[in-house]
Nanobody, 124 residues
């Protein structure tokens, strides 16, 4: 099976930056799309950013202009650069992969594999 492992989470002050990484291992994913989602207790998992196999990207309105998603297909890794972090950004961040996907899906049901999540805490 495909394994996704996130890293890079931690504690940062408001206005600061973090770079999350998600490394894939196991079976070949094919032409996969990758996405980032986040979740806080008591609320549904929400879309953050996604990137297609060919590099096209999509962002939630709440993070557009502050977050950047990128990928290195040779390393089977996707990144999320988060700048100008706000307390509202605090959550557990999950990466996901859609095998043999097209485009950059923004809904969690489209994805086939999920990481365990990495916690991002933003202090005010």
């Amino acid at each position: 099976q495909v394994q996704l492992v996130e890293s890079g989470g931690g504690l940062v002050e408001a206005g600061g930056s973090l770079r999350l990484s998600c490394a894939a291992s196991g079976r070949t994913l094919g032409r996969y799309a990758m996405g980032w989602f986040r979740q806080v207790p008591g609320k549904e998992r929400e879309f953050v950013a996604a990137i297609s196999w060919s590099g096209g990207s999509a962002y939630a309105d709440s993070v557009k202009g502050r977050f950047t998603i990128s990928r290195d297909n040779a390393k089977k890794t996707v990144y999320l650069q988060m700048n100008s972090l706000k307390p509202e950004d605090a959550a557990v961040y999950y990466c996901a992969a859609e095998r043999d996907g097209w485009g950059a899906p923004t809904t969690h049901a489209r994805y086939d594999y999920w990481g365990q999540g990495t916690q991002v805490t933003v202090s005010s």
